[in-house]
């Protein structure tokens, strides 16, 4: 069975600072596909970036990256800079090889603030 | 140029009736799903279509049928609702690779009274 795990119910950050969400995953398929979703207040679902297990670099797009460690089965996301947009619920997703479907964690709350 | 939409955005309904929601893409992709995000934001795939034909069916009751006319349209009708399927439905495609991503719709917030 598939698995995501995100700790952390909330977070706070400071405006112009970086952040670390954190998301751990379980499976046994050696092929699997990492998301990161946000969903504001308005609760829409914004894709942000995605992570492939046999990618070699960690994935960057703009202020986000993910801070993958395969051995640790954990994909962290890291936003720099943040800006009072981006408090939002963030979702880390999973998808496995052959499966279409994602498996999403509970989701983590960003607050940032001014 | 909306990529994913979904109609209606709001749905509020008696216990016991019957009720659709409509999904339509057009970004061309092949896979069309439905998921439900319950009232603690947990998100949980219900069933996904690939070219029309029904490749998931997650635990799902059977007084919910998703159809797929084409693959740019998955609907899903709700028969006998109950208070318990209050929830937002989202709706979402992506192409067929397992990288793809998926692309949301909006999300229809459905309330049982």
């Known amino acids: 069975a598939q698995k995501i795990t995100q700790t952390q119910p909330g977070m706070f950050v400071q405006e112009k600072e970086a952040v670390t969400l954190d998301c751990t995953y379980d499976?046994?398929?050696?092929?699997?596909?990492l998301f990161w979703y946000k969903q504001p207040s308005s609760g829409e679902m914004i894709f942000l970036i995605y992570?492939?297990?046999?990618?070699?670099q960690n994935a960057t797009e703009g202020r986000y990256s993910l801070n993958f460690q395969k051995a640790r089965k954990s994909a962290n996301l890291v936003i720099s800079a943040s800006q009072l947009g981006d408090s939002a619920m963030y979702f880390c997703?999973?998808?496995?090889?052959?499966?279409?479907?994602?498996?999403f964690g509970k989701g983590t709350l960003l607050t940032v603030n001014p | 140029d909306t990529a994913v939409s979904q109609t209606p955005k709001y749905l509020v309904t008696q216990m016991g009736n019957d009720k659709s929601i409509k999904c339509e893409q057009n970004?061309?992709?092949?896979?069309m799903y439905w998921y439900k995000q319950d009232s603690k934001k947990f998100l949980k795939i219900m069933f996904s279509?690939?070219?029309?034909?029904?490749?998931i069916n997650e635990t799902v009751p059977n007084r919910f049928s998703p159809k797929s006319p084409d693959k740019a349209h998955l609907n899903l009708h709700i028969n006998s609702l109950e208070l318990g399927d209050s929830a937002v439905y989202f709706c979402?495609?992506?192409?067929?690779?397992?990288?793809?991503?998926?692309?949301f719709g909006p999300g229809t917030r459905l309330t049982v009274l």
């Open positions: 997703a999973m998808r496995r090889g052959s499966n279409y479907k994602l498996t």
């Open positions: 992570q492939g297990s046999y990618d070699q």
């Open positions: 970004l061309g992709h092949d896979t």
């Open positions: 499976t046994s398929d050696p092929s699997y596909g």
């Open positions: 279509y690939n070219n029309k034909e029904l490749i």
């Open positions: 979402a495609s992506s192409q067929v690779p397992a990288s793809a991503t998926q692309y």
